[in-house]
Structures are given as C-alpha cells and as structure tokens.
C-alpha cells in the first residue's frame, strides 16, 4: 500500500522464519499412500506404483528472467509448478510428487501465502503431492522437481519423428507472449484480461499429454517458442518438417490484439505451455477424440519431412520467420 | 589472471551457449539399465528397483548464502551434490538419479570444467546419474534434487528416538567451519590445509548412512551445527537428550588451530555433513563394527532422557552453548 504524505507508515511486515515458511508451504492434505514420509525430515520417502517408470523434470524461475519483477505472487507459485507440469505432460506422465526449493530476500507472510495458494492450488488439482524442499535467504528463485510416472516400457521423448508423419500443436501458441506483452499496459478489455491469464496461468495439457503418448512418434512442450521447439524435435529425430504457417490454430483475442503480428507472436513467442507433437497420419481421428476428451484443440500445422529443414509456408509461399526469438523475460531482442 | 601493466590483456572469455552448458555437464558414461532416457528430453525416464521405496531429497546453494564468492568451481560443484548425498545418507538411502538446476551470471568454459568436474567426480564415485536438469541466466545458484532408494518399509528419519538410547555422532565435527574461517587466511601447514579441503570437499556418508539405518532410533545430517542438528531430532521424536561435551571427537587439527574454541565449533559450526543418529544402548558393538567396516568413527556423545531439553554437560557442569550459532556463510551473528 502506497503512503501518501500525512500518512504514518505503519511497522515493516514481520520477515518470516524457515519454519515459518515451511509451515505455510506444508499443506494439511489427508495422508497418501504413496508418501510415507513427507515433509519434515531430511528426505521424503515415496511409493512408486508397480510396473510404472518414473518421469523426472526440473525448471527453474529466476526473477527477471523468467518473470518480470512484481508479478504477483500466486502467479509465480502456480508458474513454478506448472512449467513442470508440462514437461511431465510432453512425456505423457501423471504427476505424482514435486519438492520445492525457494529463494526470497526478504520472506513475508502475505506474499508467501499468495505464493502458496498458487503453487499448492495447482498441485492438488493435479494430484500432485509437495513432498519436500528447501528454503533459502537470496535472490527470489524458484526450482521444482517434479516426479511422474508413466507405463513401463512405452515410448516417449522427442526422437522419434518420421518422414510422413504430421505434425500437430496444441491449443492457441502465441497467446502467452502477448499476454506478457499487455502486463504492463492499462488495456482492461476481455481479450487483454484473457491473453494475461494465459501467460500468468499457464495451463499444462497434463491430459492430452497422457493420452497422445501411446499414439505421438515425437512430442515437447512449447516453452520457447513453438519454431525453435519444432527445430529442437526435428534435430532429436534427424528429420525436416514442412510447416504451414496458415494452419496455425490462432485465438481470435491473439488476432484481435496482435492485428498482422499474431502469426509472429504464435511462432516466436515463448511461454506456452502447449504441446506439439507428431504421429502417424492415420491417427487423425483417435487423436480428434483426444482433442475432444481433453477439452483441448489439436489442430494439424504441417508434415514431417526427410531432410533436417524446418521451414514455414503461408499460401504456397515460404514464410521467413521473424528474427529475434523468445529467450525468456528480458533476455530477448 | 591478473595483468599487470606492460601486458596486454587477451579477449575476455568466450560465453557458453545452453547447448554448451549442458554439453559440459553430460557425462560420457555408459548406458545404465535404471535410465531409460536421461538429458535431451524433457524429462528423464527412470527405473526404479523392485521392493524399494525412493527417498527425495532437494537442497539449494546461494552464493554469498551458503558459499563465498570467489569459491573454486570444482569445489561447488562437488558441494551442490554433497549437500544432498548427505541428506541421503541420513536416511539411509543409496543414490541412484540427481538433477541439476545451475544458474550461472556469465558462463565461461573454464569455470564450467571444474564445476563439472568437482559435480561428475563425486556423482561418478557414488554411482549418482545426473539424469536432466535446467540451466538458466541469473545469480550464481545450484539447486540439485537427489533421488535414492532404500528397502522398502524399513524405518527412517528423525522421530523415533526413545529414552534410554545413545547418543551418536559420525566424523570430527566442527572441521568444516574451521576450515571455512581459514580460507582467506594465508596460514599453510598441513592443519590448515586439512581443514580448509573438510570445508571445501565435504564427504557424506552414505556407507554409514546404509549400515546405520536399520539399528538407528532417530538419524539426520549435521548441516546446521550439531547442538541445533540434535535439537531438531529431540524436537522431532519428543524427547530430550543429556549430551557430554567432554566427549565430543575433535580432530586433532581443530584442536591445534581452535585452541578453547575447538568446542564451541563442534557444536555451533555448520556444514560438517556428519550423521547424528539415537540407538538402543544393546546396539554399541554393532555400531563399532560399522564404523570399522565404512571407515568412520562413530563416537557415543550422550543420551536420550525424558522430557524436550537439550543439555550440554562437561566435566559434571552444565555447558553453556555459546550464541550465533551458525546459519549458514554469511548469515550468521
């Protein structure tokens, strides 16, 4: 709150202890089978299910970097986990458990409560247990762990892409960076507010992941922007990719807000969060009824090519996309 | 190196890309049967063991928090997964899998040898696969998650301490934080050097750790200072403990460079990665056999009484801890 002249400003807000910041991070869920011990000694001790494998990420957000400095704090908590929410649903995973490890200069107790409603929030929502974690004094930081499980010997991972398949991406991309874009402008109407929520809530197609896994030959999130992300799977499964710049599956807040950038921003934007991903052709319909199922658009955008060229068309001509792609908050051009 | 006047100094060093990064800290291992994908996915693909239950376990370090500035390379890498063997050790846990978060300001080629070296060295001698991780721009900060597997149903962590039992503790504690007050001392001999390498290589015990864990009431690593370490377990189990100490193991080298502080470091310095464990009384032979066996000594420091205070005796008296007790570099009083 602003101090205005005439007003006494009332005592700084009380700094919180470790325990203290344990403690409201520590949420009072009804025990697990799965997590013996939890919280509170020097290490969890967990179940994993017979006859699954274990999926391990790790992201973390640095201030400044990955979010501007102010973003509030529910924001960063439910950020922190969902980055990883979405690397466990490219890998087609049920998230199962996540520690924490917070760095903060200076721990207060409304902050901190913001910070774990959205981390907590979106961990019970995808039952996902905070199981441990570390608190530190320092920059604000954040880094989770997450831990999932998938069947045992399914394939998974970005390398297996082959001239043929289709390529396919989730939801509407470029909706998150230009939600970024808009943070620090009074716009208030109701494609600002929408494209804001997308890049403060990310949503991870935990469901959609877990469904396509079976079927997709390759498949990543989108977290650098949707062109540099295909480049990554293509490199991983020695293939080109012929990509129509047309089809890309754009929100009409993105068209109304971007005007003639919203292809750029779908392209090169970053943060999100969606999925792309390849498959046989043949698998069109099973995964329309993923899409269905999922609540969650899949929208076919090109063809995998023999080669190890990328390259982007809009209306039979090539399509140069823009330079100066995403590095995240701050880093980029 | 510094240059002096007449010298010309070269081209500053060339930043690492991501790529690169990660390139360096990808060991060029054989292929292990429990990692069915490790870095260059978006998530790693484990397999855990049949009949065993996994222990996570996270810590973070700061620079200027929990190391100083200007710290070798190779000795932060080796502590970023030290801290955290160590936390495995306590529960008794054998390490399997890490991640690695790395932060780094500006990443150049010859520090990132050495972190990795100091990393892969230890990761390499204690059978840990860094499976995945994320490396980002920002202040210089490690957070590492560690993931180790013990029998299933077997008891551990730090709430199982009965009246009646011992009280033990691993190692020379106090060493490390000698060491730390020695590293910008020009004082060389052979007490100074062993000392300063306790701080800056510490060794977790996982041996002991694995040995100890089934006849140990009550165990934790001593990161924090012993008396506080021991408070935290008494706390933790609901019970107090009666600690004499006249008998705590001080190295020969602490004694010579604390003089009369040689005490106060054991129980008030911090990052020793000693183990600090309860046991029935019965069990005294069995534990000397383990510290035989993992070459470590294990020395009785008291017992467990009734009740929730921790008291330090010496000599018939009462030892008064001395204040500031130790929270980590930087922090503390």
């Known amino acids: 709150m602003a101090t205005g002249p005439g007003q006494v400003p009332g005592p700084p807000p009380a700094l919180l202890t470790e325990a203290g910041i344990i403690a409201a991070l520590t949420p009072a869920l009804p ?36 979010f501007p400095a102010g973003m509030p704090a ?13 690397d466990l ?28 409603a959205g981390l907590l929030g979106l961990a019970a929502a995808t039952g996902t247990a905070l199981v441990g974690g570390d608190t530190v004094a320092g920059p604000l930081f954040t880094t989770v762990t997450a831990i999932g499980e998938v069947p045992a010997g399914q394939p998974a991972g970005r390398r297996g892409a082959r001239p043929g398949d289709a390529v396919f991406v989730t939801g509407t991309p470029g909706d998150a960076v230009q939600g970024r874009l808009l943070l620090g402008s009074d716009r208030d109407d109701a494609a600002a507010q929408y494209l804001r929520s997308r890049f ?19 498949m990543l999130d989108v977290s650098d922007g949707l062109d540099q992300d295909l480049g990554r799977l293509a ?78 068309h809009d209306g039979g001509r090539e399509y140069p996309v823009p330079a100066g792609a995403w590095q995240h908050f701050g880093a980029g051009a």
Do not use: K
């Open 31 to 66: 025990g697990r089978p799965d997590v013996r011990l939890g919280i509170g000694d020097d290490g969890a001790v967990l179940r994993p299910s017979p006859g699954t494998e274990l999926v391990v990420v790790t992201d973390a957000l640095v201030e400044g970097t990955h």
């Open 74 to 86: 529910r924001a960063i908590g439910h950020r922190a986990l969902a980055v990883n929410l979405s």
């Open 89 to 116: 649903a490219a890998m087609g995973a049920t998230p199962r458990w996540a520690t924490l490890a917070l760095s903060l200069p200076a721990p207060q107790a409304a902050w901190l409560e913001d910070f774990a």
């Open 200 to 218: 403060l809530y990310p949503d991870a197609r935990l469901a959609a992941g877990r469904a396509l896994r079976p079927l997709a030959s390759a």
């Open 235 to 312: 490199a991983a499964s020695g293939v080109g990719l012929e990509l129509d710049a047309g089809l890309l599956p754009l929100s009409p807040q993105l068209r109304t807000v971007a005007g003639p950038d919203a292809i750029a921003r779908a392209l090169t934007g970053g943060d999100d969060y969606e999925l792309a991903f390849t498959a046989p052709a043949v698998q069109a319909a099973a995964i329309a009824a993923i899409a269905a199922a999922a609540a969650c658009a899949i929208t076919r955008i090109g063809t995998v090519v023999a080669g190890s060229a990328v390259r982007w």
